[in-house]
């Protein structure tokens, strides 16, 4: 008896959730703005020195202060610090965007802790969770490229090697292009160019600075990325074909992650493990068109049509299928 069909329809799919988050990785703009650092020591210097590298104009309150600190302080870092030779008040933190405290005794680290909050100050103090807003993880420096590594305190020694890893995958070079990026965004914003045509280009300029890390952005680079992105956005869309393997999202290519983080629709087998979704672009719509064996099933005709009304339309389309998209002649 032969099975009765069931139709179904392309319908959109929801974006996966995020995952909870032991912190959430935050960025302070601390230029030009008030820090306070109270205690003395090795990781107290430390501290100060990263605040005073973001720009941020540091006091330190040390009635003793540590070689550390007074050397620094004899340096003229990159912004503004200050070493007071006294302990710390509580009007000191008037008016300060962080407090960062450096105490031995747990009665000292929760006094300063307490005065920051009801003075509405984020504080950290150093090695001492239940008393920090905030935390400093390991830092990969390539600014304006940073990369921020943190475990929750859970295993510090763990996040400095995996900064130790990631600092000899990072090409010293991208910290060029993060400022050429910088530059040339006002640029890229009244250039005219549609919305979609600006993601392109800064689609085009990722590739361009991940091939050529070593290359010194010039004004020539920014004319050829606007000639290529313009030539681009007078044709029509796109579609790809991606397999998303066995379900391990480790087994993608680098070409299959490269179209899902640039598409902007992507049409969903039912065999496609969610985790693979988590390399797709947030903000691409996501549509459900898969088959299910004997039960609800896209016509594999409207799948064809649905592709490529939306590349004539001018979209990215990405279909991506569970296992080898090849399979069963799909691809033809």
């Known amino acids: 008896m032969r099975p009765v069909e069931v139709r179904r329809r392309p319908q959109q799919a929801c974006t996966p ?14 230029d030009g703005k008030r820090a306070v650092v109270a205690g003395n020591g090795a990781a107290v210097a430390w501290k100060a020195e990263l605040l005073s590298a973001a720009g941020a104009d ?10 550390e600190l007074r050397a620094l302080a004899a340096e003229a870092p990159p912004a503004p610090l200050t070493v007071r030779h006294r302990a710390w008040r509580i009007e000191d933190l008037d008016g300060a965007a962080v407090a960062v405290g450096g105490f031995e005794d747990e009665a000292a680290a929760e006094r300063f802790a307490a005065a920051a909050r009801t003075a509405g ?10 008393h920090c807003d905030f935390s400093f993880g390991a830092i990969i420096n390539r600014s304006p490229l940073v990369i921020g590594i943190s475990t929750d305190g859970a295993a510090p020694v763990f996040a400095q090697a995996i900064r130790a890893k990631l600092e000899g995958m990072i090409p010293r070079g991208f910290a060029r292009w993060a400022e050429a990026a910088r530059r040339w965004r006002q640029a890229v914003q009244s250039s005219g160019l549609s919305l979609g045509a600006r993601r392109r280009f800064w689609q085009l300029f990722a590739v361009y600075a991940l091939h050529h890390p070593a290359h010194e952005p010039a004004q020539g680079d920014l004319e050829a990325l606007f000639e290529i992105t313009q030539r681009q956005e007078a044709g029509i869309g796109t579609v790809t074909l991606v397999g998303g393997g066995p379900g391990d999202p480790e087994l993608l290519t680098l070409r299959a992650v490269r179209a899902l983080q640039s598409a902007d629709v992507i049409l969903i087998d039912d065999l496609v493990s969610p985790d693979v979704l988590d390399f797709a672009r947030r903000e691409a719509k996501k549509m459900l068109v898969g088959k299910t064996g004997d039960g609800p099933a896209c016509k594999q005709d409207e799948i064809n049509a649905l592709m490529v009304a939306l ?17 069963f002649a799909r691809a033809g």
Not at 17 to 30: C, E, I, S
Not at 121 to 130: G, H, L, T, Y
Not at 313 to 325: E, Q
């Open 17 to 30: 959730r995020m995952q909870a988050l032991a912190r959430l990785p935050v960025f302070f703009d601390l």
């Open 311 to 327: 590349a004539k339309a001018g979209r990215r389309v990405v279909r991506l299928k569970g296992g080898d998209p090849l399979i």
């Open 58 to 67: 540091v006091e330190v309150f040390a009635e003793q202060p540590c070689e």
């Open 121 to 130: 100050v984020p504080v950290n103090v150093i090695d001492r969770p239940a």
